[in-house]
Structures are given as C-alpha cells and as structure tokens.
C-alpha cells in the first residue's frame, strides 16, 4: 500500500511570491492535515481538510490556505510569501471518518525555502 | 488546550545503552499520546501510541513507553539502542474529537559507538 506521497520535495521562491504544495494521501484516507515544521516553532499544525471541507484550523495567518480534491488529493497554498515561511512542510492522512481522532501517516514533506 | 513538554533537547547515549526520553503533557481531557521519529530529510513515522487499556505501550524497533496519568508523562524507553536509532523524537498528543496532534519540540537521539 503507498504511503503518503508530496510534491514536489524541495522548492525555492523569493519573497513575495506565491507557492503551492501538493499532497496525495494514503488510499481510502480522507483526511488530509497540514504541518509546518521549523526550527524556532517546531511542529505546528495548519489545517485539515475533509471531504473537501476544511475541518480543523491553526493559528496562521490567512497567506496559508489549502484545499481539498474529490479524490482526497489536498494542496496548500502560501501566499505572499516571506522568509519566515522557510519550513518543512508535511502532509498526513487518516480515515478521520470516526469521529474521534485516528492516527495520523506522514508523508517525507516538502522543504521550501524562501530566499 | 493540550500541550507538550519534552524535558531533554538533546540525549546522547553510547550504543548498547538504555535510553529513555522524558515527555510531559498537560490536558484537560482525555488524550491520545504518541511517538514519532524523524530521521534525517524524512517525514515523521509511529513509532508508538497510547488510546487506551495497558498503560505499557510497545512499538517498532524495540521501543516501548509507558503512560501514567497522575504524573502526566508518557516516557519513551529503549533497553539496548543501535547506531541506526540516531534521529529526532517528538512526542505528541490530541484530544479524541479532533484530527489535530499537538507536538513537544523533540529530542534529539545521537548515539555514540
């Protein structure tokens, strides 16, 4: 069974500009969650998406949205961005059809740096 | 809101040693705890979780942690650590309702030969 996979995995952008990731989640996982992880902040939770609702949300400021496919695939979009976007940014899913939590895979992440 | 401590930023430990990896948590409701590891460029992988019953969890690689609620710990334990358990490790929680996990700021693993 694959895992989680994103893409790309490695990213550079300037200040200013605009980025999207993109994450395909584990089969039949419709929860897909999104995770920033520096080294000042560690690991932060951004948001998660269900059935192409987003459910949950972090604390971030509206430059960090995302959205949800028909087939579970999700993407996050960082706008304007700014050198403190510079991050590991990770992806997991779960069934999340439960009700309570379900435990979360995590896919490798996609390093972006912002110069 | 849930939070997580982990008490060691760093452990260095020589191969062949135990090892044990300190976290805290503080919650106002029931809570999920788990383990991940992160090893070099990768993502975060289970190594162990706590949902409910045994207090004592055991998980991948020969690691086990035990929960223990009055103290609000949920420690990581290894009896004999290899070179190849050189990573990171987070601990980390939720509450039931939620697809959200709460992480401490990790402890770094180096193991000395």
């Known amino acids: 069974k694959a895992g989680v996979t994103q893409t790309p995995r490695y990213l550079i952008k300037t200040r200013g500009q605009q980025v999207t990731l993109s994450c395909s989640p584990i089969?039949?996982?419709?929860?897909v969650s999104w995770y920033q992880q520096t080294p000042g902040q560690g690991l932060q939770f951004l948001f998660e998406y269900f059935s192409e609702t987003q459910r949950n949300k972090g604390n971030f400021p509206g430059r960090f949205s995302g959205r949800q496919f028909s087939n579970s695939r999700s993407e996050m979009n960082v706008s304007t961005l700014e050198l403190g976007d510079s991050a590991l940014y990770l992806c997991?899913?779960?069934?999340?059809?439960?009700?309570?939590?379900?435990?979360?895979?995590f896919g490798p992440g996609t390093r972006l740096l912002v110069l | 809101a849930q939070s997580v401590t982990q008490l060691d930023s760093q452990v260095p430990v020589f191969e062949e040693a135990p090892v044990e990896l300190r976290c805290n948590y503080s919650?106002?409701?029931?809570?999920?705890l788990f383990w991940y590891v992160q090893y070099p460029n990768q993502g975060l992988q289970l190594l162990l979780k706590y949902l409910s019953g045994s207090t004592l969890v055991k998980g991948i690689n020969g690691f086990e942690a035990e929960f223990n609620k009055s103290q609000t710990s949920f420690h990581l334990r290894k009896p004999s650590v290899h070179i190849s358990d050189t990573a990171e490790y987070f601990c980390a929680v939720s509450d039931q309702g939620a697809q959200k996990l709460v992480f401490g700021q990790g402890t770094r693993l180096t193991i000395n030969p």
């Open positions: 919650s106002s409701v029931s809570v999920y």
């Open positions: 089969s039949g996982h419709r929860s």
């Open positions: 997991a899913s779960s069934f999340g059809t439960s009700g309570s939590y379900e435990t979360q895979y």
